[in-house]
């Protein structure tokens, strides 16, 4: 009979460590649930800081990387675009900076159908406004107030620069909608040729103020 005792007193404390091993192995896996839950919690913190940062990287100022090759070492140009979209005119002026040797802004974006005119500001000596494919180019000059425009028809990307101050970093970029398709563009047509002063040419409209007397 004592046998019997010692064997059922030996057979309980065995159930009873098995049932606390069987407990502690349940609380470990309720922790590594809880943890997962914590780590797929902190993946979709990352995933949604992803579409942040992403998100941001678009708008109307992201500048083509043609334009910003171009541009690398324009005179004020801070790598962005002047969101000029929704407009029908935008101006940019010709001898803008402390040393009148940059287009300001020096890069613009535009919708297709927009007149861009560039006016003189009378600093840095002459200049002109010349695309790098000839789709419109200005006649040199000097004078404050003098414009010249052109309309951009189609999307693309347009740069240009002062046939003088070229080596001195005055270029600009004209940006049409999304932008693409190299340097050519929404020219008028014609042979380049960019006629008399105060008239119309075959690239574009070269205009004096006429509160001002023409240059001799």
């Given at each position: 009979m004592r046998r019997r005792k010692l064997l059922a007193l030996a057979g309980g404390a065995v159930s009873l460590a098995?049932?606390?091993?069987?407990?502690?192995?349940?609380?470990a896996n309720g922790d590594n649930e809880t943890?997962?839950?914590?780590?797929?919690?902190?993946?979709?913190?990352d995933d949604a800081t992803g579409d942040d940062a992403a998100g941001g990287n678009g708008g109307a100022g992201e500048v083509p990387s043609e334009v910003d090759d171009y541009l690398?070492?324009?005179?004020?140009?801070?790598?962005?675009?002047?969101?000029m979209?929704?407009?029908?005119?935008?101006?940019?002026?010709?001898?803008?900076?402390?040393?009148?040797?940059?287009?300001s802004p020096a890069a613009v974006r535009v919708d297709s159908?927009?007149?861009?005119t560039w006016e003189w500001t009378g600093e840095g000596g002459?200049?002109?406004?010349?695309?790098?494919?000839?789709?419109?180019?200005?006649?040199?000059?000097e004078e404050q107030g003098t414009t010249f425009e052109h309309t951009f028809e189609e999307e693309g990307n347009f740069l240009y620069y002062c046939n003088p101050h070229r080596s001195q970093g005055m270029k600009g970029a004209v940006v049409v909608g999304s932008g693409g398709g190299g340097n050519g563009g929404a020219g008028n047509g014609g042979d380049g040729?960019?006629?008399?002063?105060?008239?119309?040419?075959?690239?574009?409209?070269?205009?004096?103020?006429?509160d001002r007397s023409p240059m001799q």
């Open positions: 098995l049932a606390g091993c069987a407990g502690d192995t349940d609380e943890s997962g839950t914590d780590d797929e919690g902190g993946a979709m913190d690398s070492e324009a005179n004020e140009y801070s790598s962005s675009l002047e969101d979209t929704g407009e029908d005119e935008a101006t940019v002026e010709v001898g803008a900076g402390s040393n009148g040797l940059a287009f159908g927009t007149t861009v002459a200049h002109n406004v010349v695309h790098e494919e000839g789709e419109f180019e200005s006649e040199l000059q040729d960019t006629g008399d002063n105060g008239g119309d040419n075959s690239t574009g409209r070269l205009n004096r103020r006429p």
